[in-house]
């Protein structure tokens, strides 16, 4: 049977978020949140190769126990089962040591033939993740997926946008995938989805279950290092030109 597994986060869903003064992190906790926007289409890009396949959709959330929420909307959308990456070890996590923990979980769960990632994260915007895991799986990867345009028992065919140009291409499975909003359109979720939804079990695995140091996760871990966090200012200079003649001797004086 094949396998797809679908890595999903929670992002803040408005721009007004606390940063924390001493890691110069996320206050996650000082927002709404929602499922990251990018990983949706990934969602629904798996469930729409597995009407084909009858694969098993397996959704992959790293995060704090409010992060069941992305899980629970992906299985109302369609997937079959959830798993919950949580652990205060994790907190902190920069691409790297994310992609170390997401990485280590694609090995826990076993045989698989796609991974589905959202092409970035809006409270990121970095693109890393994704490639990173499948860097550290050794496995190829399609970025700036286009569309999906078949799979077979050990190939996919595939076509991704390179800047003005349109690839099609072939790659051995198993193999990862970015995706973003140009994927397709999402389907609408369903009332029997959100009652299946809330019938099944989060399995929830932390860095025993994952067989990761501590140490070598989280803030602590990641080579990445904010200095420090700022709001831009921009000021702004108003003139009111009278008329035609006081716009022409404005435009002379900044040249």
Not at 146 to 171: D, K, M, P
Request: glycine content about 6%; overall charge negative.
């Amino acid at each position: 049977m094949k396998r797809y597994i679908v890595f999903l986060k929670q992002v803040p869903r408005s721009t007004k978020v606390e940063i924390d003064a001493v890691t110069h992190t996320l206050k996650r906790s000082s927002a709404l949140t929602q499922t990251n926007p990018d990983d949706l289409y990934a969602l629904q890009a798996a469930l729409d190769l597995k009407r084909d396949t009858g694969a098993e959709v397996v959704a992959v959330s790293m995060g704090p126990a409010s992060a069941e929420d992305v899980l629970r909307e992906a299985l109302q959308r369609g997937a079959d089962r959830a798993i919950l990456l949580s652990s205060p070890a994790f907190a902190g996590s920069d691409t790297w040591c994310t992609s170390t923990v997401l990485a280590a979980a694609v090995r826990k769960v076993g045989d698989f033939d796609l991974l589905f990632f959202g092409r970035m994260a809006v409270d990121g915007d970095t693109a890393q993740v994704g490639p990173e895991v499948a860097g550290q799986l050794d496995i190829p990867q399609v970025t700036s997926l286009v569309a999906l345009e078949g799979i077979s028992e050990n190939h996919l065919r595939a076509c991704r946008r390179a800047g003005t140009v349109i690839q099609h291409l072939e790659t051995e499975l198993p193999c990862a995938v970015m995706v973003s909003r140009e994927n397709g359109m999402l389907a609408c979720p369903t009332l029997s989805g959100w009652r299946y939804a809330w019938k099944q079990e989060i399995v929830r695995w932390d860095e025993t279950d994952l067989n990761l140091d501590s140490s070598a996760v989280g803030l602590h871990a990641s080579p990445t290092k904010v200095v420090s966090t700022f709001v831009p200012c921009q000021g702004k200079s108003l003139r009111w030109l009278a008329n035609a003649e006081e716009l022409r001797l404005a435009i002379i004086s900044e040249i």
